[in-house]
């Protein structure tokens, strides 16, 4: 029989695993109150809503999240890029009944495939152009747009029936570092953060989020902590009026895993006031991952909050808090999914699902964000793309080649990684591309941070005057010798905008 504290200790933690089916552990831990899952690009199949329903049958009360923003990330569509506006679109559209359509849309992709919780909006202002894990993702670097967005899509999320969770409080806008390999430090004035990036929090706060994620940052002048593990960052969050679920961030990051480890980051999670314990992507150590790194991981972390439990330097009341939230908000979204179901008769469902399916258009939303920077003269008649994009991080597969196929489709494309590239490599590339037929297109996302981004459109500049940069990452603020189209997301919605603007169509 399985001890009292484990099934505890399940009950606030928050899995990723390897696989398209359930593997045996998680169904046994699941059996054991486990609060559920997080879904990632490895557990992606056609069968997902069949997985979700074998979740279910071990838990009826599991969460099942995925971490699904639109635009630069995606897991439901992580073979082929996302068809959704990303937030920096939509911040640039500014049309707030867009953002809530899209939330809407989000929400009832996320019901088909069984997902109850959905990791976004991003509620980060981005204020540094630097910024190498958030950019394109956070809506803008103005604290009123990115509030009015944070807002809308929520209501569009929750409004359809699934949990929102916004993103990384007290807010990942303004660093240089990413989470994911180091910790970041916020050396702002209190004043700034409060006036600037607690702003879209308190919005969300306002608009009865359902569950906030905190940020494995440190802001000095609240502690030497990480807020993920610190009790007076979080405390801010309760006093902001928040009684929702606090979720970690994932807790495999280097931020928390080379510092105190998974199973010392969980204990103190806790503790500081987290809720719900995001475990990770047990893919994210690449080829240092072992077999079983998804069992480890999850082990690594209950033991050491059960070995707290007993010896009472983790309260066993703080950890039933904890539960009762998730539980709470398990039935919620369980009585949302029923009241979705109940509401109407079933053809009528369906043609209502179809009409809403009509009236919202993603790609339109994306060519309204489109922006061009000088003449890109006439229409092309086929496209030669050079991929020069910063190699992937763990937060998005910026080098997906799914952006460079949808520009270029059928046409000429090189992958150029131009931070390691020799000078033989870059001109063999370019001169691939320009004896090409079609117009020589540059790829970047980085051109005012990325010195040898920049350096390639020059040399681009010399070599083919008539070629043109499509730039996926933050609109580039410094003049560029050719003409540019800022997309601001690098998805395949995108990049298809991008060509067919090319293409004349």
């Given at each position: 029989?399985?001890?009292e ?6 009950s606030?933690l928050?899995?990723?695993f390897f696989g398209?089916?359930?593997p045996a ?8 109150d486990?609060a ?8 992606i ?6 997985l979700s ?5 071990a838990?009826?009360?599991?969460l099942i999240?995925i971490d699904?923003?639109g635009?630069s ?8 890029g996302?068809?959704?506006?990303g937030?920096a679109?939509?911040g ?12 809407a849309?989000l929400a009832r992709r996320?019901h088909?495939?069984?997902?109850n ?12 152009p630097?910024?190498p894990?958030?950019?394109?993702r956070s ?8 509030s009015?967005?944070v807002v809308?899509t929520?209501d569009g999320?929750?409004g359809g029936?699934v949990?929102?969770c916004?993103k990384?409080?007290p807010?990942?806008?303004?660093t240089h570092?990413?989470?994911?390999h180091?910790l970041?430090v ?6 700034e953060?409060?006036?600037v990036?607690l702003?879209?929090?308190r919005?969300?706060?306002a608009?009865g ?7 494995h940052i440190?802001?000095p002048?609240?502690?030497?902590r990480?807020a993920?593990?610190?009790?007076d960052?979080?405390?801010r969050?309760r006093a902001?009026g928040?009684?929702g679920?606090?979720?970690?961030d994932?807790l495999d990051?280097a ?5 105190v480890?998974?199973?010392g980051?969980?204990v103190?999670a806790l503790?500081?006031?987290?809720d719900?314990?995001?475990i990770?992507?047990?893919?994210n150590?690449?080829a240092?991952?072992?077999?079983d790194?998804?069992?480890?991981d999850?082990l690594?972390a209950?033991e050491?909050i059960v070995?707290?439990?007993r ?5 066993r009341?703080?950890?039933?808090q904890?539960?009762d ?6 039935a919620?979204v369980?009585?949302a999914a029923?009241g ?16 809403d399916?009509?009236a919202?258009d ?5 060519r309204r964000?489109?922006r061009?920077?000088?003449?890109t ?8 793309v050079v991929d020069?994009r910063?190699?992937s991080?763990l ?11 949808g ?7 090189v992958?150029l ?5 020799t000078?033989e490599e870059?001109?063999?590339a ?6 090409a037929e079609?117009?020589l297109?540059l ?6 941070v990325a010195?040898a ?5 020059d040399?681009t500049?010399?070599?083919d005057p008539?070629?043109v940069v499509?730039?996926?990452g933050?609109?580039?603020?410094h ?5 540019v ?6 998805s395949?919605v995108?990049?298809?905008?991008a060509r067919?603007l090319l293409l004349?169509?």
């Amino acid at each position: 029989m399985t001890d009292e504290l484990t099934r505890l200790a399940n009950s606030v933690l928050w899995p990723g695993f390897f696989g398209t089916e359930a593997p045996a552990w998680l169904t046994a831990a699941l059996e054991d109150d486990l609060a559920g899952v997080v879904y990632f690009g490895q557990n992606i199949s056609a069968e997902l809503p069949a997985l979700s329903a074998q979740i279910r049958v071990a838990n009826p009360h599991a969460l099942i999240g995925i971490d699904e923003e639109g635009g630069s990330v995606t897991r439901l569509e992580v073979g082929t890029g996302s068809t959704l506006p990303g937030a920096a679109q939509l911040g640039i559209v500014d049309d707030v009944a867009a953002s809530e359509a899209t939330g809407a849309e989000l929400a009832r992709r996320a019901h088909a495939a069984g997902i109850n919780v959905v990791l976004g909006p991003v509620a980060d202002v981005n204020t540094d152009p630097r910024n190498p894990v958030i950019g394109v993702r956070s809506f803008g670097a103005d604290a009123a747009l990115v509030s009015r967005h944070v807002v809308a899509t929520v209501d569009g999320l929750q409004g359809g029936g699934v949990a929102a969770c916004v993103k990384h409080f007290p807010g990942h806008g303004d660093t240089h570092l990413d989470s994911h390999h180091a910790l970041p430090v916020i050396a702002l004035d209190p004043a700034e953060i409060e006036e600037v990036h607690l702003a879209p929090f308190r919005a969300a706060v306002a608009a009865g989020v359902d569950s906030i994620m905190t940020a494995h940052i440190v802001v000095p002048a609240w502690g030497e902590r990480p807020a993920t593990l610190n009790p007076d960052v979080l405390n801010r969050l309760r006093a902001m009026g928040f009684d929702g679920v606090i979720i970690t961030d994932a807790l495999d990051m280097a931020a928390i895993r080379e510092s105190v480890g998974i199973g010392g980051g969980a204990v103190q999670a806790l503790a500081a006031g987290a809720d719900l314990l995001c475990i990770g992507n047990p893919t994210n150590p690449g080829a240092a991952a072992l077999a079983d790194q998804d069992e480890i991981d999850y082990l690594t972390a209950r033991e050491a909050i059960v070995a707290a439990l007993r010896d009472g330097t983790l309260p066993r009341e703080r950890v039933e808090q904890a539960r009762d939230r998730v539980r709470m908000l398990a039935a919620k979204v369980a009585g949302a999914a029923r009241g979705a179901q109940t509401t109407a008769a079933p053809v009528e469902v369906a043609q209502a699902d179809a009409a809403d399916r009509t009236a919202y258009d993603a790609a339109e939303i994306v060519r309204r964000a489109l922006r061009v920077k000088g003449a890109t003269d006439a229409a092309a008649s086929a496209l030669s793309v050079v991929d020069a994009r910063r190699r992937s991080t763990l937060a998005v597969d910026s080098a997906a080649s799914y952006v460079a196929d949808g520009l270029a489709e059928v046409g000429f494309r090189v992958r150029l990684d131009v931070d390691r590239a020799t000078d033989e490599e870059r001109e063999t590339a370019l001169n691939a591309a320009i004896a090409a037929e079609g117009r020589l297109v540059l790829l970047i996302d980085r051109p005012d941070v990325a010195d040898a981004q920049r350096a390639l459109v020059d040399i681009t500049a010399e070599l083919d005057p008539n070629a043109v940069v499509v730039n996926v990452g933050l609109p580039a603020q410094h003049p560029l010798p050719l003409p540019v189209v800022e997309v601001a997301a690098a998805s395949r919605v995108g990049a298809e905008a991008a060509r067919a603007l090319l293409l004349g169509r």
